[in-house]
């Protein structure tokens, strides 16, 4: 079992529906992060978090330590969302190294 | 630019050749981590350097990789006698001492023939 569980592995939207990606996590863990990555390999930063829940524009994140779990929202979606959004937790220590989930595929359509 | 760079974007080799991979960071980063994504993957963690000082490997670093960081700036991934199980991308990130957020590289991908 991979200590980082994504779900879904794929998700096909319409454009403007509301996505929910979840993450679960089986190790103590200092942050949580939550990442985009486009075709071609770049991979941009979205929230780091510790607790409590983060928006920016359109992207919700939620984080719940007791419960070791994690969602990802976004509201209105649009084609240009299409992207592998991975989960990562850093889990304690000094080192900050990081361990990924596999990533959700998302394709939101016009 | 001064977001992290790595260069070649993408090498192609055939087995048994050495390659060399470069990442430059945000210059007052002190940490660089490298990691490795295979297709459908999410990214593994191969090493990371505090300053020159490679601080942590993972199992995954085979005895044909070794990763360098001379001066605390610039990093080097060397693999030596390439297998078509390299392939994949590999990434490198940068962060400041202390402070969780990572800033990414665009990649190298790797393909051994």
């Known amino acids: 079992k991979n200590e980082v569980e994504q779900s879904p592995q794929n998700l096909t939207a319409q454009e403007g529906e509301f996505i929910t990606i979840n993450c679960s996590y089986s190790v103590g863990i200092s942050a949580l992060h939550w990442l985009q990555q486009h075709p071609g390999g770049g991979i941009v930063s979205l929230f780091m978090l510790s607790s409590g829940k983060k928006k920016h524009g359109r992207l919700i994140a939620t984080i719940n330590i007791q419960e070791k779990h994690s969602s990802l929202h976004i509201t209105a979606s649009h084609p240009r969302d299409s992207a592998v959004y991975i989960c990562a937790v850093s889990s304690g220590g000094s080192n900050y190294k990081l361990t990924f989930g596999k990533g959700t595929l998302l394709t939101v359509n016009p | 630019d001064t977001g992290v760079s790595q260069d070649p974007r993408h090498k192609i080799t055939k087995r048994g050749q050495n390659v060399t991979f470069r990442c430059d960071p945000i210059s007052e980063h002190n940490r660089l981590y490298w990691y490795r994504q295979t297709l459908g993957q999410g990214p593994e963690f191969l090493t990371y350097?505090?300053?020159?000082?490679?601080?942590?490997k993972s199992r995954l670093l085979s005895d044909r990789f070794s990763a360098e960081r001379p001066k605390g700036s610039f990093s080097t991934l060397e693999i030596q006698r390439t297998e078509q199980g390299d392939s994949a991308m590999y990434l490198c990130a940068s962060s400041f001492y202390s402070y969780n957020e990572q800033f990414f590289g665009p990649g190298t991908r790797l393909t051994v023939l």
């Open positions: 350097f505090q300053n020159e000082a490679q601080l942590e």
